[in-house]
C-alpha cells in the first residue's frame, strides 16, 4: 500500500532532512577542525624535535672533527635523541647519500633510496640558516630533512621521521562527540517537530473542517485562527468568503429567473445601503417602449429575447461605470442601475447608442425597412407601433435628500414619464435626469410649505 503523502508526514521529513543536513554539517566541520588542530600540533612537534635534535647533531659534529669519529658519535647521540622524545627514528647520510647512523643498525653503510637521496641532495644544496625546514608529509608520518653544518656549510643530511598516529586517536575522540552532539539536536528537534504540526496542522485541520460545514449547507460558520502570519490571512479570508456565500446565496435566491441579475430584495438593500452611507448616487429605471406591442406580435420567446438583450447591454454598460456600480432587474423590462453621478452619463449613453443599434435585428426585415409594426393596443385595437426603443429614468440625491427606497422609486415612477415622452418624441432611446431640489410639486409650481427655488435646469436632450 502507498504511503499517503500527508502534510504532517511532510513535515516530519523535512525535519528529518534538516536535522541529517545538520549533523552531516557538524561533523565535518567538527572533524574538519579537529584534523587542522592535530596537523598543526603534528608540526609544531616536529618542528621544535628537529630544532633540537639538529643542533644536538650540530655540536656533537663540532665536537667529534678533532678526533674524526663522528659517524661513532652520531650513533651515540640518536639513542639520547629517542628517549628524550625529540625524534622517533633517524638516518643519517653524507654528502654521497651514504648512510653513516641511523635508528636501524642493518641500514649502516647504504645508501639512501633514490626518492630519500634526491629530497637530502635538495637540502643540502639549498640550504639556508634562516630556511633548512624540507618536510614530505604523508598519510601517516612527516620526514623532514635537515642538513647538519659546520660553519654553515652542510656536511652531512639527517632525516628527522615522526608518525601521525596519534590522528586515529583523535578521529575517534571527534566521532565520539558529534554522536553526543548529535543526540542533543535530534532531541531538541523532535519538541519542535511537534510544535509545528500543532501551530501548521492545527489552522488547517479547523479550516477544513470549517469548509465540510459550509459544503453541506452550513454558511454560518465560521474559524477563529488568530495568529500573525499567513494562516490567520487566510483565516480572515475564509470568514470574508463565508459572508461573501451568504451575500451571493440571498442574491441567487432573489435573482431573476430570465437574466439571472439580483431581483427586488437586493435592489432595495443596495439604495438603503447608499442612503445610509451618505453616498452621492443615481437610480437609472428602464423601461422598454412598445414592448408589449412587440410581445404580442413576435410572441414572448422574442419578448424574452428583447429582455435578455436589454440585460446584456446594461451588463456591458456598468463595465463603463465606477467601481461598485449595481445592477438589477424588478421583473418584465423593469431593470435598475445605481451609478455615480460622475459616470452616469458614461454608462446611459452606452445604454441608449447600443440598444437602438442592436434591438433591430429582433424586428423582421419588413418591420426594420418601414420602421414600425402592426399590433393591438391595449383595448384590442389595430394600430402602428414604432420599433421598441428605451427610456431611462434618472433619480439623484446630488441636490435633493432621498431617505428611503420608497421615495427612490416613487420619485422615478414620475421622471420615467418624462423619459417615455422624450423617446416618443425623438423617436430614439432617451434619458431623463431629475434636477429638482425636493421643493417642487409633480405639476411644477412651487410648493407652498416652502420658498420657491429657482427653475431647475433643462433636461438633457434625447440620445
Known amino acids: 500500500m502507498p504511503i499517503r503523502l500527508t502534510l504532517r508526514y511532510r513535515i516530519i521529513s523535512l525535519v528529518g532532512l534538516f536535522a541529517v543536513l545538520l549533523i552531516a554539517a557538524f561533523t565535518a566541520v567538527l572533524i574538519q577542525q579537529q584534523l587542522k588542530i592535530i596537523n ?29 669519529k663522528t659517524a661513532e658519535s652520531f650513533r651515540e647521540l640518536i639513542p639520547l635523541l629517542q628517549e628524550g622524545q625529540l625524534v622517533e627514528a633517524v638516518t643519517v647520510a653524507d654528502l654521497k647519500n651514504k648512510i653513516v647512523a641511523g635508528s636501524r643498525p642493518d641500514m649502516l653503510g647504504t645508501e639512501l633510496p633514490e626518492a630519500r637521496a634526491e629530497k637530502a641532495t635538495y637540502a643540502r644544496k639549498n640550504y639556508s640558516p634562516k630556511s633548512w625546514f624540507y618536510p614530505e608529509v604523508f598519510r601517516d608520518e612527516i620526514y623532514f630533512y635537515a642538513p647538519v653544518t659546520l660553519d654553515d656549510v652542510p656536511q652531512y643530511v639527517a632525516i628527522f621521521r615522526y608518525s601521525l598516529g596519534n590522528m586515529r586517536d583523535a578521529m575517534r575522540q571527534a566521532f565520539q562527540l558529534c554522536i553526543f552532539v548529535n543526540l542533543i539536536v535530534l532531541l531538541a528537534l523532535v519538541p519542535l517537530c511537534l510544535l509545528l504540526i500543532k501551530s ?227 423617436g430614439k432611446s432617451s434619458f431623463y435626469l431629475d434636477k429638482r431640489t425636493g421643493n417642487e410639486r409633480t405639476d411644477g409650481h412651487a410648493d407652498p410649505a416652502h420658498p420657491a427655488e429657482p427653475p431647475a435646469t433643462p433636461p438633457p436632450a434625447a440620445h
Open 40 to 68: 598543526e600540533n603534528n608540526l609544531y612537534r616536529a618542528r621544535v624535535g628537529s630544532y633540537s635534535a639538529k643542533g644536538a647533531f650540530e655540536r656533537t659534529l663540532l665536537l667529534s672533527a678533532r678526533t674524526g
Open 200 to 426: 501548521i496542522l492545527g489552522p488547517i485541520t479547523e479550516l477544513n473542517d470549517a469548509t465540510q460545514d459550509i459544503t453541506s449547507g452550513n454558511l454560518n460558520r465560521r474559524v477563529e485562527i488568530v495568529t500573525e502570519d499567513e494562516l490567520g490571512e487566510l483565516a480572515e479570508t475564509f470568514n470574508q468568503m463565508t459572508s461573501a456565500l451568504v451575500t451571493m446565496k440571498s442574491r441567487a435566491e432573489n435573482a431573476n429567473p430570465l437574466t439571472k441579475l439580483p431581483g427586488n430584495n437586493m435592489i432595495h438593500e443596495e439604495i438603503e445601503k447608499r442612503i445610509k452611507g451618505k453616498k452621492k448616487f443615481v437610480a437609472v429605471y428602464s423601461d422598454l417602449d412598445n414592448f408589449k406591442a412587440f410581445n404580442d406580435k413576435y410572441g414572448i420567446g422574442a419578448g424574452d429575447q428583447a429582455i435578455k438583450l436589454t440585460a446584456q447591454i446594461m451588463k456591458e454598460s456598468i463595465k463603463k461605470g465606477a467601481a461598485g456600480d449595481f445592477l438589477g432587474h424588478e421583473g418584465g423590462d423593469d431593470f435598475i442601475i445605481l451609478s455615480t453621478p460622475e459616470k452616469t452619463a458614461d454608462v446611459t449613453n452606452h445604454i441608449c447608442t447600443e440598444f437602438d443599434k442592436r434591438v433591430r435585428e429582433l424586428f423582421s426585415e419588413e418591420d426594420r425597412n418601414q420602421g414600425y409594426i402592426i399590433s393591438k393596443d391595449r383595448e384590442g385595437n389595430v394600430k402602428q407601433f414604432p420599433l421598441m426603443t428605451i427610456s431611462l429614468a434618472g433619480v439623484g440625491n446630488m441636490i435633493r435628500e432621498l431617505t428611503s427606497y420608497a421615495e427612490v422609486t416613487n420619485i422615478c415612477a414620475e421622471v420615467k414619464k418624462k423619459a417615455k415622452m422624450m423617446s416618443k418624441e425623438t
